[in-house]
């Protein structure tokens, strides 16, 4: 199945995502920690950057992940329910599986391995069992909501993520480093890459791939760019002229396609979803 | 007459202590994959990790209390054994697939050493 762009339904489809991930109390985003298996305190994850599914509002403690990426790098922390305790020294129970280098844990093996929590005498205070599955395919995002067709106006410049997922279409947490391609350079440029993120600036009218791999999985997004109307200044989304910008505004999607048709829909169906589980 | 009573002592003296029979170990947490813990055999996966309680059986009256219990793996690359909290909790690890046992020292002695099987991961 294909999804195109639609801007409103996008943004609501967001919206919902990141309730489901991080419950829409009075704290936007409350992550939910692992708990200790042996009831003494709790694990927390930690993203090391910006675009770990784990993370949906950036670097820090997000939701502990059911599952973790083969590969993927990420940070945990402990906390004992009895906050008078010195800190735990996490450790992983099989580094032939798990390494640990400093703060960041490195997945190196399919299934689960334990993580222990030290108390200062060395003896185990507590642990909990991560996760780790081999990712079987990538999905190209704008604001965590999967496309392979993406509709942008020239001028627009867009950040796309990538996201790991396995055969039970979990979203896999961890950073991980994909490559990016678009394969016509006169309708649409990479401007830049990191980890997960590619921003791509919408050159000029046209239809182009972007491609982004991890190892050798691909997942094509079509670019199809139009001629439209792109303003920095629209806070709304809604273009406010007829005349494409230079470009040098960051466009999240639901703008450009605004500034192109008017109502946010270029054509299609609009099926936008928020990803695998995570 | 003096042999019978030094016998007699001694007899006494062993009914006073908790004599060696046999561990048995309790499972404290819930691994992800099931953890074999039996008398004679130990079974655990690669990658996980078990918190068990030990229990030492006497063959006296005198039950084991807080006697030092020490359990050392064989061979640390196939599986770790490391102190958990609290008197005789450990937790066990499977690192890598083969074949150790674990080594039951009660004060100070060697008892005996309980077979462990790692085992791959069910799949």
Not at chain 1, 70 to 85: C, E
Not at chain 1, 200 to 228: C, N
Request: hydrophobic letters at 35%.
């Amino acid at each position: 199945m294909r999804r195109t762009s639609h801007p409103r339904l996008s943004r609501a489809l967001a919206l919902v995502g990141l309730c489901a991930l991080g419950g829409c109390t009075d704290d936007p985003y409350n992550p939910v920690p692992g708990p200790g298996e042996l009831g003494n305190g709790e694990f927390n994850y930690v993203c090391l950057t910006d675009d770990d599914p784990a993370c949906p509002v950036g670097p820090g403690v997000g939701n502990f992940p059911a599952r973790f990426a083969l590969g993927g790098r990420f940070g945990l922390q402990y906390d004992w329910d009895d906050a008078g305790k010195p800190p735990a020294d996490l450790r992983s129970a099989a580094p032939a599986r798990l390494k640990l280098a400093g703060e960041v844990f490195t997945a190196l093996a399919d299934g689960y391995t334990g993580v222990l929590a030290l108390r200062s005498d060395g003896s185990v205070g507590d642990l909990i069992h991560v996760l780790v599955s081999t990712p079987t395919r990538v999905a190209v995002q704008v604001d965590r909501i999967d496309y392979a067709e993406y509709n942008a106006v020239a001028g627009q410049e867009i950040r796309f993520h990538a996201v790991a997922r396995d055969d039970d279409a979990y979203d896999l947490a961890g950073a991980l480093e994909f490559t990016w391609q678009v394969d016509d350079p006169a309708v649409a440029e990479l401007i830049g890459t990191k980890g997960a993120h590619a921003f791509v600036r919408m050159l000029a009218p046209g239809t182009t791939t972007l491609r982004a791999s991890l190892g050798d999985l691909t997942q094509e997004a079509t670019l199809l760019v139009e001629q439209g109307a792109f303003t920095t200044g629209a806070t709304d989304g809604t273009a406010t002229d007829g005349t494409a910008t230079d470009g040098t505004s960051t466009g999240d999607g639901s703008t450009g396609s605004t500034g192109s048709t008017g109502d946010g829909s270029s054509g299609g169906d609009s099926t936008g979803t928020t990803g695998g589980v995570l | 007459m003096k042999r019978a009573l030094l016998t007699l002592l001694a007899t006494a003296a062993v009914g006073c202590a908790p004599q060696y029979r046999a561990i048995t170990f309790q499972l404290r947490s819930q691994p992800p994959h099931p953890v074999q813990l039996d008398d004679e055999q130990i079974e655990i996966s690669v990658g996980v990790a078990a918190s068990v309680r030990a229990v030492l059986h006497s063959s006296t009256m005198i039950e084991y209390v807080d006697e030092p219990l020490d359990l050392d793996s064989q061979d640390g690359d196939v599986l770790q054994v490391v102190p958990g909290s609290g008197t005789y909790n450990f937790v066990l690890i499977g690192i890598r697939e083969g074949e150790t046992c674990i080594e039951v020292e009660v004060d100070f002695e060697v008892q005996e050493c309980i077979p462990v099987r790692v085992v791959a991961p069910p799949s």
